[in-house]
């Protein structure tokens, strides 16, 4: 029977040893990451690495990291590595940039955070993924808007309810369009209403033009949205800034059956 050399039992030894042990919490050096990226034909630079974390390329953007560069650049739209990847939907990115240092907190040009442009996008992955790291979910950033209020763009449950479940704050109110009731009733989200509704927001909050969430139903012409403001408690005699109440604010909408059944 043949005998391991003592070089060959060494090598096996070694062999065993690293085959237990999980590399991915290695972190390279500065200089081994850059050469890993040059090496994949990866160009060093902010611009690609706000690219890769777009894409999904965590191998790449953990690299980007480990060689040192800035976490928080922005690229010329004025998005961050963190909030391209939130908006494209990149959840295992977006923990890995805020392993290294990405700001959770960090606005893009229009003043959305991360968690808002996950909302805008209807990406429930991604905004667990920023909760779990901490996330305000009531922060208005530099816009004075929520993510909740953002998820009624496009009303997706699983976001709106992955914020709900986050403790959102369903009473807080924007300047332009008010709560986040009043953006689910401009964006006719008969499904969020309710939710709101039973969630204990208040179909009353008005907007700085003094308007409500049933007079911007009444405008759009959505009866079932108003048929559940109504059965809420909304109240149908407040004016807004022009002396205007729901009722005449569905005629300004040219919904005249709209505006019967808001007849006091």
């Known amino acids: 029977m043949r005998r391991l050399s003592l070089a060959g039992c060494a ?5 065993l040893l690293a085959s237990c042990i999980d590399m991915s919490k290695f972190t390279p050096s500065p200089e081994t990451a850059r050469r890993e990226l040059a090496l994949k034909g990866v160009a060093y630079d902010e611009q690609t690495f706000i690219e890769n974390a777009g894409s999904g390329e965590v191998v790449n953007v ?35 940039l805020l392993a290294g240092g990405a700001d959770i907190g960090a606005t893009d040009a229009k003043g959305l955070t991360a968690l808002m442009r996950a909302a805008v996008e209807s990406r429930a992955e991604v905004l667990s993924a920023l909760l779990k790291h901490g996330a305000d979910v009531n922060s208005m950033g530099n816009v004075g808007a929520t993510a909740l209020m953002y998820s009624a763009i496009k009303g997706d449950e699983r976001t709106w309810q992955t914020l709900l479940d986050a403790k959102a704050d369903v009473n807080a109110r924007d300047k332009d369009v008010g709560t ?27 907007n700085d033009s003094g308007g409500t969430p049933l007079m911007i139903a009444a405008y ?17 005699s407040p004016k807004d800034n022009d002396g205007l109440n729901a009722q005449q604010w569905a005629l300004k909408g040219h919904h005249d059956e709209t505006a019967k059944m808001l007849k006091q």
Request: proline share 2%; charged share 25%; glycine share 8%.
């Open 220 to 236: 759009k012409g959505n009866q079932e949205i108003i048929r559940a403001l109504l059965d809420k408690g909304a109240d149908l």
């Open 62 to 96: 953990k690299l980007f990291l480990a060689a040192g560069i800035n976490p928080n650049a922005k690229n010329a739209k004025g998005d961050t590595a963190l909030i391209y990847a939130a908006s494209r939907g990149q959840a295992k990115v977006v923990d890995a």
């Open 180 to 206: 986040a009731l009043a953006w689910a009733a401009y964006y006719e989200q008969l499904e969020l209403t309710r939710a709101l509704l039973a969630r204990g927001a208040d179909p009353n909050v008005r």
């Open 11 to 15: 090598l096996c030894l070694a062999f």
